[in-house]
Every structure is written in C-alpha cells, then in structure tokens.
Nanobody, 116 residues
C-alpha cells in the first residue's frame, strides 16, 4: 500500500508564492516519475509539472518561468515551488507518482486559491 500526503496549499493574493509538498510512504521500492497536476472548477485535470528519477523536468506552458518542480529521493518527496501566482492558478493540486510502467498513485489533493 502506498500513501501520498500533500501539503502547502492555501490562499494567497496574486503575485504571491506557495510551496507544495507531497510525501510518499508505504511499500515503495522505486519511484520513477513524479508530478503535479491540477483541476480547476469545471475543467479537466491537467499536468502542471513532472520530474523523472534522473531530474529531467517538464512544465505546462502556462507555468513555465513561475513554477519549479523538485524532488528529494531520500525522502520520497516531490515539491512544487509556485511564484507569481495568478487567479487562474486557482485549483486543486494533486501529486502523482509512477512506481512502475503503468502503475501510479495519486494524492488526495490540496486546494490553492489565488485572489486578485
């Protein structure tokens, strides 16, 4: 059994910053990719950023230059530093880890609200 616990969400004014964390625990032998997704009200869940086990990163165009994903393999934790937040970043943010090809786990989500 694998558990993902997200933290760091909250309310912030436009231009502000937040740092999300997602810690994985349980029966984990290896974590391949780790990522953050978000789902705004009335919209589909979308990829925000991902990072491979080797540290290669990928970002959605809408967050490039503002968000930074990183991971601590020793702690099985992935982070998302979010700067220059905009109201359109308001969403529930979910972390996802891939432990094998086609095998992944999701966190329960953390709400980020950005006010103008």
């Amino acid at each position: 059994q694998v558990q993902l616990v997200e933290s760091g969400g909250g309310s912030v004014q436009a231009g502000g910053s937040l740092r999300l964390s997602c810690a994985a625990s349980g029966s984990i032998f290896r974590i391949n990719a780790m990522g953050w997704y978000r789902q705004a009200p009335g919209k589909q869940r979308e990829l925000v950023a991902s990072i491979t086990s080797g540290g290669s990163t990928n970002y959605a165009d809408s967050v490039k230059g503002r968000f930074t994903i990183s991971r601590d393999n020793a702690k099985n934790t992935v982070y998302l530093q979010m700067n220059s937040l905009k109201p359109e970043d308001t969403a529930v943010f979910y972390c996802k880890i891939e432990v094998a090809i086609g095998m992944h786990y999701w966190g329960k989500g953390t709400l980020v609200t950005v006010s103008s």
